[in-house]
């Protein structure tokens, strides 16, 4: 258990998640879901590559856990990935 690795930080770096949805319009519903947590600053969707991506920023720490449970809520599943490139 680390802070790192079961929070969002704040930052400009924010923390990428992989996930099945496969639609532009799957993808929004989990943005809106997404940016209803509190401390969520801003959801940014990366529908050009396979598997698609989401990107998280926030204002301040937010558990990994809950952003998880908000996509599984639409139907979906969120994969956090490695916080820094090996």
């Given at each position: 258990?680390?802070?790192l690795?079961?929070?969002?930080i704040?930052?400009?770096h924010?923390q990428?998640?992989?996930t099945?949805?496969?639609k532009?319009?799957?993808l929004m519903?989990?943005?809106?879901?997404?940016?209803?947590l509190?401390g969520?600053?801003?959801?940014?969707?990366?529908?050009?590559?396979?598997?698609?991506?989401?990107?998280?920023?926030?204002?301040?720490?937010?558990?990994?856990?809950?952003i998880?449970d908000?996509?599984?809520?639409?139907?979906?599943?969120a994969i956090?990935?490695?916080?820094?490139?090996?």
């Amino acid at each position: 258990m680390s802070a790192l690795k079961d929070n969002v930080i704040p930052g400009n770096h924010g923390q990428i998640f992989g996930t099945n949805a496969m639609k532009e319009a799957d993808l929004m519903e989990i943005k809106a879901s997404v940016l209803e947590l509190d401390g969520i600053k801003d959801v940014l969707l990366n529908a050009e590559i396979f598997p698609r991506e989401f990107t998280v920023h926030t204002s301040k720490m937010v558990l990994i856990s809950a952003i998880e449970d908000k996509v599984k809520s639409v139907g979906f599943h969120a994969i956090p990935k490695d916080i820094f490139e090996l």
